[in-house]
């Protein structure tokens, strides 16, 4: 339930309703769409982009002296958990066609392609268990024009408008044109999209969208889509094997400069294993749990940029670093789920976002990086948020309206999942509004590939969030899901041709040192060790009682915490 004091300002949003119920019934919009020189003021104004310390110069990598966010360069001036020597790279203790390097979306389709076109085997590499992922907790929905009003190209202009036209148009053009392949691709596995009374495809409308394009299954569409890509994958176990509980920690290459696998570490027995593969594809997904600028998270647990990291070191290319995709509708009360996701398309459905005083203050389908500095200017600006009694601040989404537009019983049919996180706290959507605020939701630049998802290193594919360059500094709500089946796809395809000719070298792992070299020379001094793999929530009194490294501390790394315990003490 929400506090007593509250409730002045929801008894405001209740008697405002019936007007804006009014204007959600005609065909106009319920508030003006902003121009183009406004929103240009309100995310140079207002955006956490934009704040003074978000950027600063990498000093180190590929991408030395561009401004990069600003947690991405703290992050990439960072020390290897490993030395060149410190695994034996002439016997390695896994050898495959394709390491897989992340078990959400994406690498369960480049594992699958890679085995139907090419006959491939390959080890999906996972930090937590399969299916532990951004893929499996997308909600709203699948971008694909499959309407037939609808078309790839139009799908294309909207992607490319989103992006503000920065997006990689090759990579914009494979993501629209094998959009409704995807659908297809899902459908025949046994994804059960949402459909229309005639059997029609369901689509529905998300920010920055010109035709209703979005597919869904409910607001459970990543579960559904993951539930389905994960059982094809366990059906082959003869060609697809599983590591569960093995993050990559370093990539490995050969003496040619090629990828030729990673090194994973057990987080169970706290060991390091190589993998030798022929081809290599990161799919780890993006980095929200290192909640940069502080912000809460949408994001799974382990999204914590670990790709990012060991591609620098090996020197791939990144793209877009400085962008930063807060969703504009996190969770702010109840706190025991702040910044959980609240799908954008409960505003698609009619859902209206509203100030203290219950009334609407920008238009609720603004692209999301407009609407969210709206709602931030909102709050921070012109005083209309509702503080929450731990000092967090949000604005009203007004959900009964959902209901009220599409008839009784419509958001429970429809959003079940959303209905049940607020229930569970006494809230019910159906009845009263949802206090949310931005939550840093998506990596929108990344390891930079091309439309076959090759980077700059022979033998490294990147695919889904960890890529950059498709979304331009913007992404569009449902692009990601529709992402990490075409791209991982794309991925298994190219990863699974190259497989089949590459010849490998000798393993190494000089980068590690190289890397170690350009960092003491650029004068950088940091504690900090990556991947992270998994964030720290200790308290500060826990990190300063922690055995290493404060806030960074890999669980349970005895060979690390040894080796430092080494230099630390001379030995
Ligand atoms: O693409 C997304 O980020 C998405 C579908 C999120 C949502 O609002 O549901």
Redesign the pocket.
Known sequence: MYPDYMAESLRKVAQTRPARLELARKPDPVYPPMSAEERRAVLEGFHPDFEASARRPVRVGPNRDESLTTEVSDLLESHSWLRSNQVNLDKPDFETDLLIIGGGGAGCNAALVAMKEHGMRSIIATKLRMGDANSMM??????AAVSRTDSPTRHYLDAIGGGHFENKPELVRALTEDGPGVVKWLEDLGVCWDKQQDGALKVMH?GGTSRKR?LSCR?Y??AMIMRTLMDEVRNHPDMITVKDFMPAVELIMDDKGRCAGAVLYSLDSEEFFTVKAKSTVIATGGYGRLHIRGYDT?NHYGATGDGLVMAYRAGAKLMYMDSV?Y?P?GVSFPEQIAGF??????RGAGGQPLDKDGELFVYPREP?DIEAAAIIRECVQNGGGVTTPSGRVGVWLDSPLIDMLHGEGYTEKHFPAMYRQFIQYGIDITKLPMLIYPSL??QNGGIEINEKCETDIPGLYVAGEASGGLHGRN???????LDYNVFGRRAGRYAGEYARKVKLGKLSLAHLDAYEKELKDAGVKTDLVTPVLLPSYAPEDVKKRQLLRGDNTLPGSTVLQNRLHEERSGA
């Not at 997308?138 to 971008?143: A, E, I, T």
């Not at 996701?341 to 409960?346: K, N, P, R």
Request: charged share 15%; glycine share 16%.
């Open positions: 997308s909600q709203g929905g699948m971008q998300g979005m607001d569409t990543g949408t995709q969703h509708t996701l609240v799908t954008e398309a409960i999301r939701h998506y992404r569009l709500m449902g692009n990601s899901v």
